[in-house]
């Protein structure tokens, strides 16, 4: 006998559900082998505590932090945390001066040095180098665009990642006579200054902490030490910068070449002052023509000029690598600080909820899970086994996608998406008794067991996708305007809800399909949860029902179960047939 379409979709579902769970638990165990990953969750920072580091501003004698610029530091801080690939951390005010940072578990190195490079990001003039501008080196020159415009600069391939602490200004000479007249002006230079500059050693550099002035010159070095810089002041400000990336340098015909390099974007204002910047520059020569990006008092980069940016898009190229060239973009998108800060202490951080409050979570999902079966099994009877293997690939597949998405996008799982999951336990039973309560009405109209699978199935299915977007709508809005753990619950909320949608399709749906065909239920067990006496309708056949008739006792009770259970439209339609018949009946046309 041939196996019947149904069935054939049935089993071509299934199929694709085992590869789903197959290549999950794959790559699960893949990571566990290739990065050692865990094949559990992380866990969140309420959950397994962490690591606290207090950020302490620098400031200018005189100087105050407001606010405003707290809560800007807030937020770009928490941008670099994020780009990292660290979740649930927590980044807070504390006494309207200093920053905490917490993140679960133990950070990794470049972590710490995104959060701890936390000194403001300065564009300055060079004055001075005690190394000649190298030959051939990077330079500022017009952007290969597509079309062959646009602005670059270049720069050589000083890209480590910054020191913790600013620098101490070494004490400037006093503002000279005559007056510098813009700030690449040599009259900068002191003699004090002079003096300064040939004794100054590189490896102390991080050892001073006070903030260089932003209106005098200061001296400075390379990352490596490789180069001493005498600078000029503060000409362009990091906080201009409204984005900066990495990619390959396009040549002058707009093809892409094997070079790596950094974009960067200024706002409005950042494109003026650095049109102004390169328009002087490129009539200086030597170390003049070149200027610095500053980052935490240190250079991380100082290309020469050989063109004036006009469009505020300049690129930087260099010696370059991907990892590198990355590494200073980074440092220019989240280093733009509106004030210095320098790490004030590090310490490690138990979990604020703990163990206790995980293992009660879990076991309010126990109990959740042990309500939802009882109430299928007492409402669906052996059909409420289903409801149970449905809940169970549910869980799987939920418990592989949050161990994946630890291991790939460094989730971590809080108390709040815990809760999330314990929510999802009663959006999944919902789909499965909207489906089955679509079969059991199909079943009430007369059809087949499986006729009513097929028809019941195409009524459940558009409940169950309104029902699902709306819930995942929420889900990213709640995600989106949130923070902290409450984007815990809005993740695990929407990842639930998808897996909803492919458990009920692919397994829930499939199951029923060949269920059908079984004597247990398309005979209408009493047990099976689809006894047609229990459903108001009387059994003529294998899964074959006809409209009740007239009947006392229990089978009266059950007629009236399925009246109660009619539509208004259903009984509009029987009490008109009721009236044709009577009125036959009296006419005597059909006696």
């Known amino acids: 006998m041939a196996t019947t379409s149904p069935v054939r979709k049935a089993w071509r579902s299934l199929i694709w559900l085992i590869v789903i769970v197959v290549g999950l638990v794959a790559l699960n165990v893949g990571s566990m082998l290739w990065s050692n990953n865990s094949l559990t969750p992380k866990l969140a920072l309420d959950l397994e505590g962490g690591t606290q580091i207090i950020l302490e501003p620098q400031l200018e004698s005189g100087q105050t932090v407001s606010q405003e610029q ?11 945390v994020d780009a990292t690939g660290v979740s649930e951390s927590e980044i807070t005010t504390q006494g309207g001066r200093n920053i905490i940072v917490a993140i679960p578990g133990t950070p990794d190195n470049d972590t710490m040095e995104r959060i701890q490079a936390s000194a403001k990001l300065e564009f300055r003039p060079v004055l001075r180098a005690d190394v000649p501008t190298p030959q051939g080196g990077a330079s500022v020159e017009p952007t290969p665009a597509p079309d062959g415009g646009g602005d670059s600069t270049a720069a050589p391939d000083s890209t480590a990642p910054a020191e913790s602490a600013a620098p101490e200004t070494p004490a400037a000479g006093e503002t000279p006579s005559p007056q510098p007249t813009n700030a690449s ?100 020569s030597g170390t003049q023509n070149q200027f610095a990006i500053v980052l935490d008092g240190k250079v991380i980069s100082a290309p020469t000029t050989q063109a004036v940016i006009t469009d505020g898009k300049p690129m930087i190229s260099g010696n370059f690598t991907q990892e590198s060239a990355k590494r200073l973009a980074d440092q220019l998108k989240f280093g733009a600080l509106p004030i210095g800060f320098q790490v004030e202490s590090t310490n490690t951080i138990s979990a604020t909820l703990g163990a206790n409050q995980l293992h009660s979570g879990l076991i309010a999902g126990v109990i959740g899970m042990i309500l939802v079966v009882v109430y299928s099994l007492f409402q669906y009877r052996t059909l409420g086994l289903v409801t149970v293997a449905s809940l169970i690939v549910a869980a799987i597949i939920t418990y592989l996608v949050i161990t994946l998405l630890s291991w790939r996008e460094g989730y971590r799982l809080s108390l709040a998406g815990v809760a999330g999951l314990i929510v999802a336990i009663g959006i999944i039973a919902d789909s499965f008794i909207v489906y089955f309560e679509r079969i059991r009405d199909e079943l009430r109209d007369g059809r087949s067991l499986e006729g009513a699978v097929e028809a019941g199935w195409k009524r459940a299915i558009r409940t169950v996708l309104a029902s699902d977007t709306i819930n995942f709508l929420a889900a990213v809005v709640l995600f989106l305007v949130a923070v902290g753990n409450v984007q815990g619950f809005a993740f695990t909320l929407g990842i639930t809800t998808i897996i909803d949608l492919i458990v009920v399709s692919l397994f829930t749906h499939p199951m029923l399909q060949l269920l059908a065909r079984t004597r247990f239920f398309g005979g209408g067990h009493p047990w099976s949860g689809l006894d047609p006496q229990a459903l108001g309708a009387v059994y003529r056949g294998r899964a074959q029902f006809r409209a009740p008739v007239a009947a006392t006792g229990r089978g009266a009770r059950s007629s009236r179960e399925a009246q109660r259970r009619q539509t208004i439209a259903e009984r509009k339609a029987a009490e008109q047939a009721g009236v044709g018949a009577g009125e036959r009946d009296s006419s005597g046309k059909d006696a």
């Open 70 to 80: 707290l809560d800007q530091a807030v937020a770009i801080i928490r941008q670099r």
């Open 185 to 284: 002006d040599l009259a900068w230079i002191t003699p004090e200054l002079e003096s300064q500059f040939a004794n100054f050693d590189c490896s102390s550099l991080d050892e001073l902490t006070q903030v260089p002035p932003s209106d005098k010159p200061f001296i400075s070095c390379e990352e490596d030490g490789s180069v001493k810089y005498i600078l000029g002041p503060v000409e362009v400000s990091g906080e201009t910068i409204t984005d900066a990336t990495s990619g390959l340098v396009p040549d002058s015909r707009g093809f892409t070449t094997n070079e790596w390099g950094v974009f960067i974007t200024f706002n409005e204002t950042g494109t003026r002052e650095f049109r102004a910047v390169t328009e002087r520059l490129i009539g200086l």
